[in-house]
């Protein structure tokens, strides 16, 4: 479909779709019991590249353990990432602890309440923002994630490769129901992971799709041993990590500068830990 422009019939028909199927099938997740800001921000960031079954626990043991964005703040980097451990992209824990600081230090434990001040935020994004506006505000606002795209693709773009973001916002502004935002999107989303298991994924004809790279190896994997590590002893030195990690001094090097310069650890006379 090349033309943007719905009728009026077209957007209640689709609407009615979306909205029947997840009548029956609504998925019953935890963060959806809660419109708390605090709560939204976290099941947000920790949904980040990650499948929803895999952040249901960490989600209700994360809430446990740091349950404000006070308690979050205060607490040291080594217990956040203690708990954030088997989630992974562990720079999304720091952000999330540096969001929480911020919430502290600029507006007194809340939120902001609009796209721009939520996306100056550490770790949050034009979509994670619209998403927290959406379900902790019940904001009508416009954006794109990966169920709400594989739905807009399948639906509106058959037979279309290399489908622009760009191309589909306008059809998710068009149908958006603005009346209640928090129910659409949801219902969107559980549309959209059904769809993942019925029919070829239609996110592989999106012009940003792109394959995740492979685990075994990267350096995302080597950034996990060495964080694993340092959960576990107060220092380390680079040569102690090597026998952990089996690759080349010199990469190992390179990943240690790049974890501290991101903030995860730091590095003084040779020793290395976190925070």
Not at 48 to 56: A, H
Not at 171 to 182: F, S, Y
Request: with cysteine; aromatic share 10%.
């Amino acid at each position: 479909m090349m033309d943007v422009t719905l009728s009026t019939d077209e957007i209640r028909a689709f609407r009615q779709k979306i909205y029947d199927y997840y009548s029956l099938n609504r998925r019953n997740l935890p963060w959806r019991q809660t419109t708390n800001a605090y709560n939204i921000v976290v099941s947000e960031m920790m949904l980040q590249q990650t499948q929803v079954e895999r952040v249901k626990d960490k989600y209700r043991g994360f809430i446990e353990a740091f349950p404000d964005f006070h308690a979050l703040a205060m607490a040291p980097l080594k217990e956040v990432l203690s708990v954030w451990q088997g989630l992974g992209y562990n720079r999304r824990a720091l952000a999330l602890k540096q969001c929480a600081e911020e919430a502290i230090s600029s507006y007194g434990g809340e939120l902001p309440q609009d796209l721009e001040g939520l996306c100056k935020l550490p770790g949050i994004g034009r979509a994670t923002a619209g998403e927290i506006l959406a379900f902790a505000f019940n904001v009508p606002t416009v954006f794109i994630e990966t169920n709400i795209r594989r739905v807009f693709i399948h639906e509106f773009f058959d037979g279309e490769d290399n489908v622009m973001d760009k191309k589909i916002l306008p059809l998710v502004e068009a149908t958006l129901d603005r009346e209640n935002p928090r129910e659409w999107y949801w219902a969107l989303m559980d549309y959209g992971s059904m769809l993942k298991k019925k029919v070829v994924n239609p996110n592989r004809r999106s012009a940003h799709y792109a394959r995740q790279s492979a685990f075994e190896g990267s350096d995302r994997r080597i950034r996990g041993i060495i964080l694993r590590t340092l959960l576990k002893k107060a220092y380390v030195t680079e040569k102690e990590l090597l026998c952990d990690v089996s690759i080349d001094q010199g990469r190992l090097t390179g990943i240690l500068g790049k974890m501290a310069e991101d903030g995860l650890i730091r590095e003084k006379d040779g020793l290395y830990s976190i925070d």
